[in-house]
């Protein structure tokens, strides 16, 4: 079956949930330049998704998808960067940073999916 809307992407629908996880967390941060950072590396993940999947080719989707990749990876990396400065415990820093690794493996996989094999 094919997909007929964003929406119904998995990697999409978990972003959107990590983005409003990140969002709540650090609404109340202090550090507006860390806070704003984080908050816009989340969001860039389902909107690239998003805007991938409505060019309608599969060559641009795929290129959206490694942008919504690398937007996961900037995500990862500043959880790990907000638990060495005690923005996040250990447990949250471990389960957020799970939800990140999810989202990417299933990017990845819709990248390979959608790659022409030669």
Known sequence: MKIQKFEDIIAWQKAQDLAVVIYKTFENSR??????????????????????FDRMSDKEFIRFLYIAQASCSEVKSMLYLSNRLSYLDNETTTKFVANANEIGK???????SLTPQT
């Open 106 to 112: 299933i990017i990845r996989g819709l990248i390979k």
């Open 31 to 52: 550090d507006f330049g860390f806070r704003d950072q984080i908050q816009r590396a989340s969001v860039s993940i389902s909107n690239n998704i998003a805007e991938g």
